[in-house]
């Protein structure tokens, strides 16, 4: 399986790929992209890698699963391909952010311009089964995952982590949150956030006001 993944993800990630646990992950994971219907596309495995560079990044938003419907994952945590609908969690956030920043929806899903300007948007498994949702789980995926966390948090200083959910937060006692900003809420999901916790955060413009105050550029939410 080609790994496509910007080069300096490729350094500071090299020992996991030799590792068993990675190459049992990427035997299991190419087996089921042979026999089934997975997602993202395989070429898009590592797309949260490949769109936002170990040294660009600024913020890191950590999802759980790919979406498992057809057209929708491609490698980026809460994002869906232009044209395909919003998907629930993704309106949330849209209408928090329209809260926060003022900024109308938009019609597209697609977040990779957050991702170009420094946004890791990385869910903790990379791989689903079609209609499946959590089948990837306790593969691998995890521990290569947390190996990037782990990374950033002890490499990188001012950081923004935004944790939406346990399943995220759980993944923050990887932080140090001395050393970067680490930003918790309900996951934007209906089932959380319509009973508090999501609404009224304001994660978007406390992340901008912490980058600014970090002597770095703001993301255009």
């Known amino acids: 399986m080609d790994i496509k993944i910007d080069s300096s993800w490729k350094l500071v990630l ?4 030799d ?8 035997n299991f994971v190419k087996q089921e992209y042979a026999q089934t219907t997975c997602y993202p596309p395989a070429k898009l495995l590592f797309n949260a890698f490949d769109s936002c560079s170990f040294d660009d990044v600024k913020v890191v938003i950590l999802g759980q699963d790919p979406y498992h419907g057809p057209n929708q ?8 391909n232009d044209g395909v609908p919003l998907p629930p969690s993704l309106k949330n956030i849209f209408k928090e952010q329209k809260d926060d920043l003022g ?10 311009a957050w991702a170009n300007q420094g946004v890791l948007l990385l869910n903790a498994t990379l791989s689903v089964r079609a209609g499946q949702a959590a089948s990837h789980q306790k ?22 982590f935004m944790l939406w959910g346990n399943y995220a937060q759980n993944k923050g006692k990887l932080i140090n949150d001395t050393k970067h900003l680490v930003l918790k809420a309900r996951h934007p999901s209906p ?12 994660h978007f413009s406390q992340c901008n006001t912490y980058l600014k105050n970090m002597d770095k550029t703001p993301i255009n939410w």
């Open 14 to 17: 090299k020992e996991e790929f």
């Open 19 to 26: 590792k068993t646990y990675f190459q049992n992950l990427i």
């Open 73 to 80: 994952a491609h490698g980026l945590c809460f994002s869906v």
């Open 103 to 112: 900024k109308e929806i938009p019609d597209s899903g697609n977040l990779q």
């Open 139 to 160: 593969k691998g995926w995890e521990t290569f995952t947390d190996a990037a966390i782990d990374h950033l948090n002890k490499e990188k200083e001012g950081l923004v």
């Open 191 to 202: 089932l959380a956030a319509n009973f508090g916790g999501w609404f009224g955060q304001k």
